[in-house]
């Protein structure tokens, strides 16, 4: 069943209610980013606080330091003036249930979903799948904490990236709703 006409409906009673928005100003009002995972339970808007036009919101899965991730921060800071950015991972996060290794074998076997049972993901479907898996770097998680560290310094370490922004580093707990600092990636993202 398609959610199409859910969401062209929703999006009707939204541009009905959209008062003045499309005035809001090309650079986010409060001036920061921030790098999330794609989890459908994390809302950066109520976790943040945010309202429309405040911040950059990038997000992918795992919301790792790609060089996507990192090509857009720096877009967001040199043409739209953000001074500080945020890397929030979460709790109980699908990308800590798999390796690379692991991927490739699924994607090898079938592009079908793959379900997750207690022994980790599994391939339901039948062929074909695709080598093309073992091209790609999962950016996988086997530490929250240390990797919310990785995607900090790697993000820091960027020679497009200015000493001066401060990059803070957080795990966003899905049961409580807080966001939980990860010291050492907060000192690891410090401005100079």
Request: with cysteine; hydrophobic share 40%; net charge negative.
């Amino acid at each position: 069943m398609s959610v199409l006409n859910d969401v062209l409906s929703a999006n009707e009673h939204y541009a009905e209610n959209f008062g003045d928005k499309g005035s809001l100003a090309l650079p986010p009002a409060r001036g920061f980013a921030i790098l999330t995972c794609m989890d459908a339970r994390l809302d950066p808007a109520k976790y943040a606080g945010l309202s429309e036009g405040d911040a950059h919101v990038i997000r992918n899965a795992g919301g790792r330091a790609s060089d996507d991730a990192i090509r857009s921060l720096v877009i967001s800071y040199k043409l739209l003036g953000t001074k500080e950015w945020f890397v929030i991972h979460h709790s109980d996060c699908g990308m800590e249930f798999f390796t690379d290794d692991v991927m490739r074998g699924l994607l090898a076997n079938s592009l079908e979903t793959a379900a997750l049972g207690a022994n980790g993901f599994t391939d339901v479907g039948t062929g074909p799948g695709s080598p093309e898996a073992k091209w790609i770097s999962w950016l996988t998680i086997s530490d929250q904490a240390q990797s919310v560290t990785e995607d900090v310094a790697r993000i820091k370490a960027s020679p497009l990236v200015p000493s001066r922004i401060p990059v803070y580093g957080y795990i966003y707990d899905v049961t409580t709703g807080r966001l939980i600092e990860v010291p050492s990636a907060t000192e690891a993202g410090k401005a100079k």
